[in-house]
C-alpha cells in the first residue's frame, strides 16, 4: 500500500514490518522508543512514590526555605545535571522566583561574586561526588547561604554538606548499556516542575502575573485580558428595554457585531437580541415591538479580568461570536470572536 506523499514527490512503498523473519528498522526504532517510554515512566513513578513517602518532609522544607529567600535561587549542576538546573532556573524566574544558573566552573573563577547571603542555593548532581562543585559548596557553608541539593545519594558529599537534601530513587538508565543519563535526567527535570509549581502556588502566583513575564509571542496573547481586546462606550450596541426595534435594527446594523444588548432602567444588562432572533421573529410585528418583548434573557456574558483566551472557549462552547464584558451587572464592552483572533488566541 503506498502512502500519501506531497504533489509532485514520488511516492515510496511502507516498509514492511517483518523482512526476511527479522524486525525492519522502522519496527526495532518504534520497539526501542516503547522501551525508553516505559523505562522512563517507571522513574517518575518511583520518583512520585518518594514524594509521598519519604521525600514528603523535605520537599516542603526545600520550599519553604526558597520561598522565604529574599534574594535569588542560584541554580548549579556539571554536566547534563547542569543543562537540567538551567532549565529549572528558567521555570523559577518565568513563575515569579528571581533565579539564574551559575555554571560551577565559573564560580570558581570570579562569579561567585554573583551569589549574596541573601540568595539560596540549588545544586544538582546524580552522584553528589561532582568535583566542580566543590567551591560553591564550600562558599554556601562558609557565609551560610542556605543549600538545597538535588541527588541520588544522600550520604554523598553533597548530601552531607546541604541544608535540605531531595535524594532521588535510584533509576535504571534507558540507556541500554546504563551509562548515558536519560531517565535520571528526566526524574530530575521533573522534580524541577515540582518544586516550581509547588513555590508558585505558595506564592499565590497568577495567571495574570505570569504574563507580566510573558508579554510576547502566542502565549503572551493567551494571556491578554479581555478588557485588552473589548469595544467599549459608543461602539458597545445597546439598547433599554423600552426601545422600538425599528430603531434597535439600526443599531444592530450600524455597530456590526450582530447582536444589540438590551438594558433594563439601572443600566444592567437585561437581555440579548442576535442575528437569530430577528429571524425567529421576522414578521409585520416586528418593527413595531419592544426590545423587551424580543430579547433573550440572562445572555452570555465574561468579566474585563478574564484571560482572552478563557473568553474564546466560552465563545466555542456556547457558538455564539460575541460577547458582552460586564462588572457588577453593567455592561462596559464587547468582545468578537475575530478580535480574539486576530490578537492571536488561539
Request: aromatic share 4%.
Amino acid at each position: 500500500m503506498a502512502v500519501s506523499a506531497p504533489s509532485g514527490t514520488l511516492r515510496k512503498p511502507r516498509l514492511k514490518a517483518i523482512r526476511g523473519g527479522k524486525a525492519s528498522p522502522a519496527a526495532a526504532s518504534v520497539a526501542s522508543a516503547l522501551r525508553t517510554i516505559e523505562i522512563e515512566t517507571e522513574g517518575l513513578q518511583a520518583l512520585g512514590a518518594s514524594l509521598a513517602g519519604p521525600m514528603a518532609e523535605p520537599l516542603s522544607l526545600a520550599v519553604d526555605t526558597l520561598k522565604a529567600a529574599r534574594g535569588r535561587v542560584i541554580v548549579t549542576g556539571i554536566g547534563k545535571s547542569g543543562h537540567i538546573g538551567q532549565k529549572i532556573a528558567a521555570t523559577f524566574a518565568s513563575t515569579g522566583t528571581p533565579a539564574f544558573f551559575v555554571h560551577p566552573s565559573e564560580a570558581s573563577h570570579g562569579d561567585l561574586g554573583m551569589i549574596t547571603r541573601d540568595d539560596v542555593i540549588l545544586a544538582l548532581s546524580w552522584s553528589g561526588e561532582t568535583v566542580e562543585l566543590k567551591n560553591i559548596v564550600t562558599f554556601s557553608r562558609r557565609f551560610a547561604v542556605p543549600l538545597i541539593a538535588i541527588t541520588s545519594r544522600g550520604e554523598s558529599a553533597l548530601g552531607r554538606a546541604a541544608d535540605v537534601v531531595l535524594e532521588l530513587p535510584k533509576a535504571k538508565e534507558a540507556c541500554p548499556h546504563g551509562l548515558a543519563p536519560t531517565t535520571s535526567t528526566t526524574i530530575q527535570l521533573a522534580l524541577g516542575d515540582v518544586i516550581a509549581v509547588a513555590l508558585l502556588e505558595a506564592k499565590g502566583f497568577t495567571a495574570h502575573d505570569y504574563k507580566v513575564f510573558h508579554p510576547g509571542g502566542s502565549l503572551g496573547a493567551q494571556l491578554k485580558l479581555v478588557s485588552e481586546l473589548m469595544h467599549k462606550g459608543g461602539r458597545m450596541p445597546l439598547a433599554p428595554e423600552s426601545m422600538l426595534m425599528s430603531d434597535a435594527i439600526v443599531i444592530m446594523t450600524q455597530r456590526s457585531f450582530g447582536c444589540l444588548g438590551v438594558v433594563d432602567g439601572k443600566g444592567r444588562l437585561a437581555g440579548i437580541i442576535t442575528d437569530g432572533d430577528l429571524r425567529r421573529h421576522m414578521g409585520r410585528d416586528l418593527v413595531a415591538a419592544r426590545t423587551g418583548d424580543i430579547m433573550t434573557r440572562k445572555p452570555k456574558s465574561v468579566k474585563p479580568a478574564m484571560l482572552a483566551s478563557a473568553a474564546l472557549e466560552v465563545l466555542n462552547a456556547s457558538r455564539i461570536t460575541a460577547l458582552f464584558v460586564v462588572d457588577r451587572g453593567k455592561p462596559v464592552g464587547i468582545v468578537h470572536v475575530h478580535d480574539l483572533l486576530r490578537a492571536g488566541v488561539v
